[in-house]
C-alpha cells in the first residue's frame, strides 16, 4: 500500500499501455495473495476468540484445538472469499484513494499529490474506505461465517457442516435471508474501515516520513523501510478499531442464526454481557498478523512500483 507509488499506479497514463497495465495487474494480485496466505491463520484465530471469547483461553489455545480438529484446513477454512476481498477492496481502495488525492491536491492548490501532508493522506485514505466496504461487506461475511463454523456447529446455532464449501454458505444466505443478508455488519464494516484507514494511512506516511533521511524523496525508500512502515500503518489500524471489528464478527457470524440487532445494541450488549475485555479477544494474533501480511503485501507492491517505473523510463 504504497502511498505515493499507488496513486502514480491508478492515476498515470502509463495504463494506456495494455503489456505494462497487465504486468502490473499481475503484481497486484501476487500481493494479495501473498498477504492473504501469509496472514490467515493468524485471521482465523482471531474470528474464533472474537465470536465465541469463553470458548478458547488464548491466542495458542485456539490455534491448536483448530490444529488438532482440522488440520491446515481449518486454519485455511475461508481462503477463497478471504482472496476475494482482498483483491476486490484493493482494487476499490487504492483507485478511490488515487482519485481522493487528486482531489484534495486540488481543493488545497498543491502542485502535486506528494505535496499533500500525512494528514491529507490519512484523510483522503479514510474517505476512500467508504466505497471499498462496499465489496469488502459481502465477502468478510461469508469469510468469517466459515472461520468460525465449527464453533457455530458445537453450539448448536446452525446445521450446515463445519467443512462446507464457499458456494453453500452463499446459498445459505441467500435463502434464509436473500440479497441483502450480505451486507449484514455493513454498518460496523464502515465504523471500522473510515476511521481504521485514517490510522493506518497516518501511521504508514508517519513512519515513511521518519524513515526519510534529509535531502530524500519518500519515494527513494527501499524494501525494508516500507515494509516496516507497511506494518506498523496494520498495527495502528487494528490498534484504533479491533473492538468495532469485533461486533462486526460477532454480527456476521451469529447471523447464520438469525438476523442480529445492529452494531450499538450488539455492542452495549457485549459490555453489559462480558465486559469490556471481551471486546479486544483475539488482539495479539491480530496485531501480529498485520506486520508479515502487510510486509508481503507491500513488498508485492514496490516491486511493481519500481519494474513501472523502469518500463516507462525505457521508452
Excluded at 504486468?23 to 465465541?52: E, W
Excluded at 511493481?304 to 518500463?311: D, E, G, I, S, V
Aim: hydrophobic residues 40%.
Amino acid at each position: 500500500m504504497n502511498v505515493c507509488s499507488f496513486s502514480e499506479l491508478f492515476t498515470s497514463t502509463s495504463w494506456e499501455d495494455t503489456a505494462t497495465h497487465q504486468f502490473c495487474q499481475r503484481q497486484s494480485n501476487k500481493g494479495g495473495v501473498a498477504c492473504v496466505l501469509s496472514g490467515h491463520p493468524f485471521d482465523t484465530v482471531k474470528v474464533k476468540m472474537q465470536t465465541f471469547p469463553g470458548m478458547y483461553r488464548g491466542f495458542l489455545d485456539c490455534s491448536v484445538r483448530t490444529y488438532r480438529q482440522d488440520g491446515l484446513h481449518g486454519l485455511y477454512q475461508g481462503t477463497m472469499p478471504a482472496l476475494v476481498a482482498n483483491v476486490a477492496e484493493n482494487a476499490v481502495l487504492f483507485a478511490c484513494y488515487g482519485f481522493c488525492q487528486h482531489l484534495t491536491r486540488t481543493l488545497y492548490g498543491l502542485e502535486s499529490v506528494s505535496d499533500l501532508s500525512d494528514l491529507q493522506n490519512a484523510t483522503t485514505g479514510s474517505f476512500a474506505s467508504v466505497f471499498s466496504s462496499l465489496v469488502l461487506c459481502p465477502t468478510e461475511l461469508v469469510k468469517c461465517q466459515m472461520q468460525a463454523l465449527h464453533e457455530m456447529k458445537v453450539t448448536g446455532k446452525t446445521s450446515l457442516h463445519r467443512r462446507v464449501s464457499t458456494w453453500s454458505v452463499m446459498r445459505s444466505v441467500m435463502q434464509t435471508e436473500g440479497p441483502q443478508g450480505f451486507f449484514q455488519g455493513l454498518t460496523s464494516t464502515w465504523l471500522r474501515e473510515v476511521p481504521g484507514y485514517f490510522f493506518f494511512f497516518g501511521g504508514y506516511e508517519i513512519s515513511r516520513t521518519f524513515f526519510t533521511k534529509t535531502g530524500q524523496a519518500k519515494g527513494e525508500l527501499g524494501v525494508v523501510p516500507l515494509v516496516v512502515s507497511g506494518g506498523i500503518g496494520g498495527a495502528c489500524f487494528w490498534l484504533a478499531v479491533y473492538p468495532v471489528d469485533s461486533v462486526k464478527s460477532r454480527i456476521q457470524v451469529l447471523s447464520m442464526a438469525g438476523k442480529q440487532a445492529g452494531f450499538l445494541s450488539s455492542f452495549i450488549n457485549i459490555i453489559k454481557t462480558e465486559g469490556f475485555l471481551a471486546l479486544y479477544c483475539g488482539l495479539t494474533p491480530t496485531v501480529i498478523r498485520a506486520f508479515p501480511s502487510n510486509g508481503a503485501l507491500f513488498l508485492a507492491y514496490e516491486l511493481t512500483r519500481r519494474a513501472l517505473t523502469n518500463q516507462t523510463s525505457s521508452h
